[in-house]
C-alpha cells in the first residue's frame, strides 16, 4: 500500500494531483496494474500485476483479478473508489467482446450442447 501524496506508478506513469485526499492504494488507480512483492512461498517477486478481469465477490464488493508477468500468479485487489470507471468497465466487458468461440458459431455450439441450435428467436423477434 501506498501513501497517495507519494505515489508513483512505474507502469503508466500516473500521479495524484495534490487537490486529492490522503488515502491508501494496493494497485494504481489509472491503469489497475502493481507490483507482485511476493509470490506463494513468501519469496520476493518483483513482476507486474496485470489486471485480466474482475469478479463480484458472494458480497456484492468487487475485487480486480491479476496476473503477474514473472511467474504467472494470480492474485485480487479489492476494487477502489478512486478506479478508473472506464477501465474497470473495459476489463468487466473483455470477456463480452472477444468470446473463446467465434460468434458465427453460436447456432452449432447450441445444438452439440442439446438446444434447438437456433438462437434467431431470441435475439430477433
Excluded at 27 to 40: F, G, K, Q, T, Y
Excluded at 41 to 56: E, K, M, Q, R
Excluded at 103 to 115: S, V, W
Aim: charged share 20%; hydrophobic share 30%.
Amino acid at each position: 500500500m501506498s501513501n497517495k501524496r507519494n505515489y508513483h506508478c512505474h507502469f503508466c506513469g500516473w500521479m495524484p494531483s495534490a487537490a486529492e485526499p490522503d488515502g491508501d492504494w494496493d494497485h494504481c488507480p489509472n491503469c489497475l496494474a502493481s507490483v507482485h512483492r511476493a509470490d506463494e512461498n513468501g519469496y520476493a517477486c518483483g513482476g507486474t500485476l496485470h489486471p485480466v478481469s474482475i469478479w463480484v465477490k458472494s458480497d456484492d464488493s468487487w475485487e480486480i483479478i491479476q496476473r503477474c508477468s514473472l511467474c504467472g500468479a494470480f492474485h485480487s485487489s479489492p476494487m477502489s473508489k478512486d478506479d478508473s470507471p472506464v477501465k474497470l468497465l473495459s476489463l468487466a466487458s473483455k470477456p463480452l467482446s472477444m468470446p473463446p468461440f467465434p460468434i458465427e458459431k453460436m447456432e452449432q455450439m447450441t445444438a452439440m450442447m442439446g438446444g434447438q441450435g437456433d438462437v434467431r428467436g431470441y435475439y430477433y423477434e
